[in-house]
């Protein structure tokens, strides 16, 4: 039996179906998840998705061949930046393994999908406090002038 992506919207959970909506609106066409009967984000989207959400890019940049193509697939270096990149930069992200990611664990990934949007929020929330307007991507509340130089 095969459903289409808005039946499958509605048997997710609606705060699931509302975080890969807010994964897809941050991610670039081809990365975004429009098939919601497979595995819903790679290593390689999920990377993608955290760099939009920090604001920034990893370094060195990361190739996409060198996340896993399929479960079985063996390279794993994309996905130790991924959880590199995460933990540099604070993402709460729980008891998510790189196997877990590897192949492709639905609960996982939406587990990492909450632990991103949680980052992001957090983030906003912050620069609210601070009296900054709108919370765009970029560096993470740093300034745009060193005020120290003359």
């Known amino acids: 039996m095969r459903y ?3 039946t499958i919207l ?4 609606a705060s699931d179906a509302s975080l890969i909506e807010w994964a897809n609106s941050r991610l670039p066409a081809p990365l975004r998840n429009n098939d919601l009967t497979g595995q819903l984000y790679s290593g390689l989207a999920l990377l993608r998705l955290a760099e939009a959400v920090v604001g920034r890019a ?8 060198a996340f896993p193509s399929g479960p079985n697939d063996d390279k794993l270096d994309g ?3 991924l959880f ?22 639905r609960d996982k990934i939406v587990q990492l999908l909450k632990a991103l949007k949680a980052w992001e929020d957090k983030r ?6 601070i009296g900054v307007g709108s919370a765009q991507a970029g560096s993470f509340m740093a300034p745009a002038v060193t005020s120290w130089k003359k």
Request: charged share 35%; aromatic share 4%; net charge neutral.
């Open 84 to 105: 590199d990149f995460l933990l540099d930069n604070d993402v709460k992200m729980g008891s998510v393994s790189i196997n877990d990611v590897r192949q492709g664990k």
């Open 10 to 13: 509605l048997k997710l959970k």
């Open 124 to 129: 906003k929330d912050i620069l609210r406090s």
């Open 58 to 65: 990893t370094s060195p940049a990361v190739p996409e061949s």
């Open 79 to 81: 996905l130790f930046r």
């Open 4 to 6: 289409d992506s808005d």
